[in-house]
């Protein structure tokens, strides 16, 4: 058995849990993905997995292995599909990572017609809107929304997203409508950090060029875009968010706009990706997909063409 897939079984036995399951994705008999992974240990002279009766644990060597085997992997695919042009041979496992939001409400209900497209692809997906280290976490491409640290990542801006201020009818009914800045001494705002515990809450509005600051009281802060609508909606302050990830609950009147004068900069929308010559083609074809797919429910306000 050559050596390619004698790691690529070993990924799928990591990925499986257990020898039997991998042997069932792989459509091989279990025997052959334990001689395979005896034999694969035995070249590189360490101990991978500890085994059980009924499931695979990883040693140490066998963690470290593993992030190694899917770039070796990846890369090997890469170089298969340099010249190939058609996006339907597109295959592989492709983990994606994207905010709660956007996987909630628009990109998993898509994804039906996505593998219609592309059938060989097994997709892996989580939702966060906190950073996260994709090359230790196995992931192939990220959305973010909101201004991103530096990184080694490299990072293409989809668009700009506008961003308003909202707040609960039960929560104008108690506290009323803020008029002007002068006014939010008397109110509350939900704070909202990616990680706790947070800073103290601010309001952010944009004059002219400038972005300003004007601190304010919170009783309750949360560090994801769900729980931070959910809070607007339970009448525990005002948000600040983007106008997509609100647009139903404006229309329902479940919350309304307000203070239009005051509101914050528009936020950037970006996919990011580890810094590759080539990417292997089901990652393309993802970012594409995707790309189209958010641009098409509005998500941004100004559309940057793929090159």
């Not at 972005?211 to 959910?230: C, G, H, L, P, Q």
């Not at 996919?271 to 641009?295: A, C």
Request: proline content about 5%.
């Amino acid at each position: 058995m050559d050596r390619i897939r004698q790691v690529q079984i070993f990924i799928q036995v990591m990925e499986s849990g257990n020898f039997t399951r991998a042997a069932q994705a792989l459509n091989i008999p279990r025997s052959t993905v334990s001689t395979t992974i005896q034999a694969l240990e035995d070249r590189l002279g360490a101990q991978l997995l500890q085994r059980t009766t009924r499931q695979v644990v990883p040693t140490q060597d066998g963690l470290q292995f593993l992030e190694v085997a899917r770039s070796l992997v990846e890369t090997y695919e890469e170089a298969e599909s340099m010249f190939r042009h058609e996006p339907q041979r597109a295959e592989g496992r492709l983990h994606v990572d994207i905010p709660s939001r956007i996987g909630r409400r628009i990109v998993i209900p898509a994804l039906p017609e996505f593998l219609k497209q592309y059938p060989l692809i097994q997709l892996e997906f989580s939702m966060n809107d906190r950073i996260i280290n994709m090359l230790t976490e196995g992931v192939d491409c990220v959305i973010r929304v909101g201004h991103l640290p530096d990184s080694e990542l490299v990072c293409r801006k989809l668009g700009d997203i506008e961003v308003i201020n909202c707040a609960s009818p039960a929560y104008l009914a108690q506290y009323g409508t803020p008029k002007s800045l002068g006014d939010l001494a008397e109110h509350l705002l939900v704070n909202y950090s990616a990680s706790l515990p947070a800073l103290a809450a601010e309001w952010e509005y944009l004059d002219g060029e400038r972005e300003w600051f004007v601190k304010m009281r919170s009783i309750i802060t949360v560090d994801n875009a769900e729980a931070y609508i959910a809070s607007a909606m339970a009448g525990m302050g005002i948000i600040q968010i983007p106008r997509f990830d609100v647009e139903d609950a404006l229309e329902e009147g479940t919350l309304v706009q307000i203070l239009g004068a005051y509101e914050a900069p528009s936020m950037p929308i970006s996919l990011l990706y580890p810094s590759r010559r080539h990417l292997p083609l089901r990652v393309r074809v993802f970012q594409k997909w995707v790309t189209d797919m958010l641009l098409a429910h509005g998500v941004w306000t100004d559309y940057r063409k793929w090159d």
